[in-house]
């Protein structure tokens, strides 16, 4: 296996368990620790997986992947993963979001417990073990027209070399990987980012850094494309804006975003529980009953206090002027802004550690029930080298256990 991470280490216990007796694993990582993604994802309580266990509804969580992971969904799901670390005494908590996390809230549980695994099933785990080349080698016999490849050799930058009779690549995003994957006969899609936060040049925007917005319908807008619609809460940074509704238009618009330059129109609908013609009739009730206060003080839609006052500036409206001093015309605009909040796209940001790419080994050249190549026999792939991204929530967890189980289980037979 190469790649220590959460895909490659689950592929080579799920290996070690399916076929204890008669199968030797050996894991070869780059870094100098293993599981160091895990270590740092959901802020370092590691969002295990999701509480999403119709197969038909979970797929639709992958911007890239959502028609091939059918199968393997049906047959490796969430509560699949739940079920498997509970099995090693790990006991998982499902949030109201329906994320999944250990009750312990640390992400080293997690770590520990594939670890443990490890050891207990005596697979070989070597760090800082770089791979520097991958080569078929073919089978000595007799009659060489009809040769065939008889495992790889794996040359190791460190001078060493080593030989396996089959392989798995679960090297994630690296481009050490891409380019083991290109030199073994896969054409890859082209590898960009995914799960990324918006840039937005307004200094008063990013002034209410840390505010976070319940629940907003967000539109993003790309020439030539069709409108990407999300819904979720939002969070004003010191850049621009983050949060699951953004994060999942970046994931799904991931391309879209690349190819204009992360130049693009963002639309926000700040109170997406409520029609237009609700926000509308709330404003105009807030209007009648609340005539002598300030609007700046009198918030009649549950925004946060500071960012009411971002808003009511953008439409016009002063700190002193009185809900009785509010005109149609700025009745209008307050509508429209909280509405129809419009927004230029400037760049994108990074979404804390837990950095994700869409792109990688094209599905059609991979068996989607083993996780096989169908270029180069005796290979294998898990984790993100697939052309496979989920949005946030735990989804590109899910992908590593369901694609390093499939992987894994295949190898040991």
């Known amino acids: 296996m190469i790649g220590g991470g959460a895909a490659g280490l689950f592929g080579a216990i799920a290996c070690a368990q399916s076929n204890p007796d008669n199968v030797q694993v050996t894991v070869l990582e780059a870094g100098a620790n293993p599981l160091a993604k895990v270590k740092v994802s959901g802020g370092g309580r590691c969002n295990v997986t999701h509480a999403c266990f119709d197969p038909d509804e979970l797929v639709t969580h992958y911007p890239r992947g959502y028609r091939a992971l059918r199968g393997p969904f049906r047959q490796f799901q969430p509560q699949d993963t739940i079920a498997w670390f509970a099995q090693q005494g790990v006991t998982l908590k499902t949030e109201k979001d329906g994320r999944i996390f250990p009750v312990t809230d640390t992400s080293q549980t997690i770590i520990d417990c594939l670890l443990d695994a490890v050891t207990r099933h005596q697979i070989k785990l070597y760090t800082r073990s770089s791979v520097e080349s991958v080569q078929p080698v073919p089978a000595v016999l007799d009659d060489a027209s009809t ?16 030989q396996c009779d089959r392989l798995l690549i ?21 590898p960009i980012p995914s799960l ?28 030539g494309a069709k409108p990407l619609q999300q819904q979720g809460p939002l969070l004003i940074t010191h850049w621009g804006m983050s949060g699951p509704v953004i994060l999942k238009l970046s ?53 946060p206090r500071r960012f009411w ?9 002063t700190d002193h002027m009185r809900w009785a001093d509010l005109s149609k015309p700025l009745l209008h605009q307050l509508v ?19 950095f994700v790419k869409c ?25 993100e080298i697939l052309d496979i991204d989920g ?23």
């Not at 799904?252 to 609908?269: E, I, M």
């Open 147 to 162: 040769a065939t490849q008889s495992g790889f050799g794996v040359q190791l930058k460190s001078g060493q070399r080593m």
């Open 170 to 190: 679960a090297t994630g995003g690296h481009p050490s990987g891409y380019r083991l994957v290109q030199s073994l006969g896969h054409t890859l899609e082209p």
């Open 196 to 223: 990324f936060t918006f840039n937005i040049a307004d200094d008063d925007l990013t002034a209410l850094a840390g505010v976070t917005i319940g629940t907003v319908r967000a539109q993003l807008d790309v020439p």
């Open 251 to 303: 994931a799904w618009g991931a391309r879209l975003l690349h190819d204009c330059h992360y130049q693009a129109k963002l639309r926000v609908h700040w109170l997406a529980t409520l029609t237009q013609d609700e926000v509308r009739q709330t404003l105009l009730t807030a209007k009648n009953t609340w005539c002598r206060k300030a609007i700046a003080t009198a918030c009649p839609v549950g925004l």
């Open 309 to 317: 006052r971002y808003i009511i500036r953008r439409s016009n409206i």
């Open 336 to 354: 429209q802004t909280l509405t129809q909040d419009k927004y230029i796209i400037s760049g994108k940001g990074v979404f804390k550690e837990e």
């Open 359 to 383: 792109g990688g080994v094209r599905l059609k050249d991979v068996n989607l029930n083993t996780m096989a190549s169908r270029r180069c026999p005796g290979l294998f792939f898990a984790g």
């Open 391 to 413: 949005v946030t929530g735990g989804f590109n967890f899910q992908n590593a256990w369901t694609t390093g189980w499939l992987a894994g289980q295949a190898l040991g037979h």
